[in-house]
C-alpha cells in the first residue's frame, strides 16, 4: 500500500488548494514553525486549505535546537501554534541541520526525546524525519522505535520516483524535492507513505474513552508543576523582572515569580486542551497584581492569610498579590523564582534563583492560596477553541470567561466576588476596618470598601458606590 501526499512551506507560496484538491491528494504535510521560532508564514492558509478538503494533515518542524531547552522551547512553540487542533498524521520533528551532527548521536538522542515527550504529551503523534545519511551514520539505535520518514532523492531528480532509491527502513519515504502538480507554482516536494495514519485515527476514534472531569483536573495541576520544576532544574534560565520569560520559553530568557507560576499553567492548558483559558491567562495574568483573574478561568481562593502549609495540595498557588507567590510541589514542597544574583546574562550560575524548597511563611504573609478546580468550565468539549463561551471585554479591548456585570448594592454573584477580591487583596476594607467577606454579596461593606476605592482614585473614577464599566476598566486595566 502506498499513499501519496506533498510537504509544503512559506517557499511554496500560495498554494490553490482547491486544484491540489481536484488534483487528488491523499495527505499533506505543512511546515509549522521556521527559525527563531516564528510561525511559518503560509501555515494557517495552508491548514486551512487542508481542512476545507479534508485532506488528512501533518506538520513539520526543521530544528535548531543545540540543547535540551533550545528544543523544548521549539516543542512548546508547536504545541501552541496547533492550539488544540488535530493532526492525522504526526508532527515530525526535521533532523538535518549540520550544526546539530556535531553534537553527536548521544546529544541528539536527548534531544529528538525532549521533544517527543511535549509533542506526545499534547496529544500528537510524532516521528522524525531525515535523510538516509542521518538515519544510518548519526541517528542511535533507540531512536529507532519512532516512526521514520526518510528523504532520499538522487542529484538529477527530475520529479519522479525512482524505484532503486526506495530506502527499506522508514514509514514513509520523501522521493523528490522537484515534482510539480496543478495549484503549486515552481515545485514541491513528492511523497509516499506506507502507513495509513488517518485510518488509524478513525479506528481510534472509536474506541477513545473520554477522561473524567477529575482526571483532567489533577493532570494540569500535575503538568503546571512539571514544567515549573524542570524549569528550576534548568540552570540556562535566572531570575529576572525585566528580561523574562511569559507564554513565551525562548532561551536565553529569565523568569520572575509570577510569570514562572502563569506560564506553567498557560502550557499545562494547552496540552490538555484547554485553549480558551490558555488564551485567557495570556490576555489578562501578566504580574502578581492581576494574578485573581485566575478566578476567571478555573481557580477558587481555598484559603486567605494563610501562616501554615496544612492542607496544601500539588499544584496549589500561594500568593502576595503585592510582591510574591509560589507553586506547591507536594504538601511540603514549593517551586518558585526567589531572587537575583544580580548578573547580568540570563542563567542562573547558582542554581538557586529558581528553586524547589520546603515550604516558608513569606515575609510579607501570603494573602491568597489559589487552586485549579476547573469551576465554571465546560469540561465535556476540549478539543476545539470554544469549549468555554467567550463574550467580547468591551472594557479593555480583550475578551473574558465572563463579562463582569455592573455590581451596586444588593448585587450578588461571581462579579461581586471578583470585586470583593480584588478590593481585599489592595487592602481595601468596609466599615470599621472590617475584613470583607467573599460572600458574592454586595453588602454595605462591599460598597464602603468600593467607595474607598473609587475616592483613591480621586480625578479618575466618579465616587458613587456603583462598580460599573469605567470603575472594572479601572481595576482590572492590564
Known amino acids: 500500500m502506498e499513499i501519496r501526499g506533498i510537504d509544503v512551506s512559506a517557499w511554496q507560496g500560495a498554494i490553490d488548494w482547491d486544484t491540489v484538491a481536484n488534483y487528488g491528494m491523499d495527505f499533506a504535510i505543512l511546515r509549522i ?4 521560532n516564528v510561525i511559518d508564514s503560509c501555515f494557517e492558509k495552508n491548514y486551512s486549505g487542508c481542512q476545507k478538503h479534508n485532506i488528512p494533515t501533518g506538520a513539520y518542524k526543521y530544528s535548531y535546537a ?17 492550539n488544540g487542533r488535530k493532526l492525522q498524521y504526526p508532527v515530525w520533528l526535521d533532523l538535518e541541520w549540520n550544526n546539530q551532527r556535531s553534537l553527536g548521536a548521544e546529544q541528539i538522542h536527548k534531544l529528538a526525546e525532549a521533544f517527543e515527550k511535549i509533542i506526545t504529551a499534547a496529544g500528537y503523534k510524532f516521528g522524525i524525519y531525515c535523510n538516509v545519511d542521518w538515519y544510518l551514520n548519526v541517528i542511535c539505535s533507540h531512536l529507532k ?16 520516483l525512482q524505484e532503486r532509491l526506495r530506502p527499506d527502513f522508514g514509514v514513509g519515504w520523501q522521493y523528490s524535492s522537484k515534482a510539480t502538480i496543478p495549484g503549486i507554482s515552481g515545485t514541491v516536494d513528492r511523497n509516499v507513505f506506507y502507513k495509513d495514519y488517518a485510518a488509524e485515527n478513525k479506528n481510534e476514534g472509536e474506541t477513545t474513552v473520554k477522561k473524567t472531569k ?5 493532570e494540569i495541576k500535575d503538568d503546571a508543576v512539571e514544567f515549573a520544576v524542570n524549569i528550576a532544574n534548568d540552570n540556562n534560565h535566572g531570575y529576572s523582572q525585566r528580561i523574562r520569560s511569559l507564554y513565551e520559553i525562548n532561551d536565553p530568557k529569565s523568569f520572575d515569580c509570577s510569570s514562572l507560576v502563569c506560564t506553567a499553567f498557560y502550557y499545562a492548558f494547552l496540552k490538555n486542551g484547554l485553549t480558551t483559558q490558555a488564551r ?44 510574591h507567590t509560589a507553586l506547591a510541589i507536594d504538601k511540603d514542597n514549593i517551586v518558585h523564582a526567589r531572587s537575583s544574583e544580580g548578573t547580568t546574562d540570563t542563567k542562573d550560575n547558582s542554581g538557586n534563583e529558581i528553586r524547589t524548597q520546603p515550604w516558608y511563611l513569606y515575609s510579607h504573609g501570603w494573602t491568597h492560596r489559589l487552586r485549579f478546580t476547573g469551576k465554571g468550565i465546560d469540561f465535556t468539549k476540549l ?31 461571581t462579579s461581586v466576588l471578583l470585586l470583593q477580591e480584588i478590593l481585599f487583596a489592595r487592602g481595601f476594607k468596609g466599615r470599621n476596618s472590617k ?44
Open 145 to 160: 522505535k519512532y516512526d521514520f520518514w526518510i528523504a532520499r532523492y538522487p542529484a538529477s531528480d527530475n520529479g519522479t
Open 33 to 36: 514553525t521556521e527559525a527563531g
Open 383 to 413: 478539543t476545539t477553541d470554544t469549549d468555554t463561551p467567550i463574550k467580547p471585554n468591551t472594557q479593555t479591548g480583550g475578551k473574558y470567561m465572563f463579562e463582569p456585570e455592573t455590581v451596586q448594592l444588593g448585587s450578588t454573584g
Open 214 to 218: 477529575t482526571q483532567i483536573i489533577q
Open 280 to 323: 485567557y491567562l495570556k490576555e489578562h495574568c501578566s504580574y502578581t497584581g492581576n494574578m485573581l483573574e485566575m478566578l476567571n478561568c478555573g481557580f477558587e481562593v481555598v484559603a486567605r492569610n494563610q501562616t501554615a502549609h496544612a492542607q496544601i495540595q500539588k499544584g496549589d498557588i500561594e500568593l502576595n498579590t503585592t510582591h
Open 66 to 82: 543545540m540543547t535540551v531547552a533550545e528544543i523544548q522551547s521549539e516543542a512548546r512553540k508547536v504545541v501552541e501554534v496547533l
Open 435 to 478: 475584613v470583607l467577606d467573599l460572600d458574592r454579596e454586595a453588602g454595605d461593606n462591599t460598597i464602603y470598601a468600593l467607595k474607598q476605592y473609587q475616592k483613591s482614585r480621586s480625578g479618575v473614577l466618579k465616587v458613587d458606590g456603583v462598580c460599573g464599566s469605567a470603575t472594572w476598566k479601572d481595576l482590572i486595566a492590564i
